[in-house]
């Protein structure tokens, strides 16, 4: 970890700037980079690519291997696309993860989901967290029926 | 707030026990929880409840509040009786509610969710969890077109 | 579900707009959500609805569980409204909810919080959130008093 | 960081027991961590302190700096203890911290929680934990009231 | 979707076991399951799997994807193997999961974590989990230096 | 806790701004205040603090408690102070804390952290939300290995 420093080292004064990332734009990437989003423009049929895969073109390799990683999941299968999106909000939701909740509402929606359905998935999404909470506070035990 | 105390005040002997709560079972139910706990084996067509049914029925209000929001969530609508299980397995297996997870497991069992079925839910909470921190750590702004 | 689509089906073009949802006022809504609007500024004796029911209002049956439940349970009874407004404030801030944060804030604040109170509260929020973690990761079991 | 290794480095055999840390009880402690386990007996008048304690006494830092933030977080000031075990609690079922939920619990019901008020404590937070979701969700923007 | 089913449909009787899932051992797992198995056992030198593993098996493809993000995400680049455990451990710790928290003790022991850092840790997660929440709380904004 | 108040009592018109707080400047500050915003100045070789202390200020008891505790525990000890810093990270955006992610950010970059590391640690964080949740889901049982 070489040059590893203690909390009063490396002092930066109180207004000097410290640049969070930005997005890196499909001109400035690099070859690997630019693989990536050239499939998930063909994949998705789209013109451009999110801000979330702009910003982990920071890191090629996790680019590279959440972008497998999706596209294998999100992949219509046991379940339709339209369930793993849902599903994929739900958790978004639960975690209160802003970023993910805009996209994965917009992305279910193109899927097909309907208002009357998001206000479905959002009741669920609210009873969940409400009666897991009451579980925990009883220290309900699980019944000997899901465990036999 | 009546009697209220400090830290140090009501001293129990540390080996004194602190029985917690233990399931309330129909026979020794008042009228109120067994009206409700009635409506659940009839609407479920079991023979008897779940624990979590059991240990509610400490706050008879909260027990019928919960059946009956329940009741009218779960029911099938705009989205159908599996999805909604799902979801709710979903929303679970993110918060580590071990009460939940095993007992919307079976639930979504026995509403027709297959092995394959779990497996792919299981994918996408897996990966929604994972995306979530990436969009958070790399504190990806949310793109206009999910704004606009 | 209907016609449920893949991930490469119904695309979008990056740069088409997805409006997400915008507040329901009351004068655009309908009379199943302006009865419940009309209920929460008579028990709440203000003239206008937070944001919070204005979004709710697309999905009118979650309203008008939701506020009832609110009521119900936000209501004096065993513990004074000051006491539960403070514990639906701790549970926000744990859980991180921005809305909830500032919302709540507002509500305990209106029922009596002072500052030295709102001091406290966050005191032991952030030290609950603490010894939560050192409770689970040093594996603590528990004491045989706490189920005996 | 010394000598740092690599995922195939220091193998261990599957069968090779890693034991986990065990309680430290008063006659094996040492002298620094006895002076804690004492100002505990003596404050909260027990013959002995909790599991909790003697897992933490592994690190004798974190045990003092641990026990002195909560005698002087836990104390009556603006709050009284009870509201301060109510909130301890809240914040515990919401991060389904097991061992909290047992032992506030058991601390709450000493300082004079009863059923009732704890079955209130319950429905606030379980319902604190669905609406923080429906914000989530529904991407409620904070009120121009709150902000001002 | 296929045959779909309602909230009363598909009743079972409460008695009913509802066999969770058991682990998959060498012996009865399919070729690309072994595969997998013989690829973590000759990476980490180990005689066999542990438990998550054998769980996972169920689901071939998410064996296979997961196995495979691990192994490339936890190599040593430029955080060493040991700091990796740690992130790992203390993210598992924040959320509470007693499985994770359990492996990814032992996996950091072995990897050199020795008690003394293991204290450390903790009490930068108990730490970090605790200002999180006075940050929230007191919704504290980020300093311009922060964004600039 | 003095006159404690209803839902419906106290009221104020929704129009009527309820002003958050706003941090506390060094000019402003009570003696005791000073006293740890000149601690924290010295301490990091800064000219002002971060606003985390200026809202923290509000509690002067907090403000001092947790200041200590921050300077104790991410001191380098057994773990250098950029692998603490990582931690620190770790947690903030597990939890998803908006302010902690972009402060402590900045923190580890100017304890060293490069954007190779920053890569990784991410890559680590991700991959433990996925997996605690596939083991939360699967119900796995902690390996007779880790508890003997």
Same mark, same amino acid.
């Not at 219509?76 to 379940?79: F, T």
């Given at each position: 970890m070489g040059a590893v420093v203690g909390i009063v080292a490396n002092p930066v004064r109180a207004d000097e700037p410290m640049s969070p990332r930005s997005p890196i734009e499909y001109r400035d990437a690099a070859p690997e980079v630019r693989a990536v989003f050239d499939d998930i423009k063909r994949t998705r049929q789209v013109d451009d690519v999110n801000n979330f895969w702009k910003y982990l073109a920071h890191d090629p390799r996790t680019l590279k291997r959440t972008w497998e990683s999706v596209k294998e999941i999100m992949t !219509?299968? !046991?379940?339709d696309a339209l369930t793993k999106e849902m599903i994929y909000l739900a958790v978004s939701v639960t975690n209160g993860c802003a970023y993910c909740i805009a996209s994965h509402n917009a992305a279910a929606r193109k899927a097909g989901m309907t208002e009357a359905m998001f206000g479905e998935l959002m009741a669920v999404v609210g009873m969940a967290n409400e009666t897991n909470r009451l579980a925990n506070g009883y220290r309900v035990p699980v019944d000997p029926a899901f465990e036999a």
């Open positions: !219509a299968g !046991a379940l």
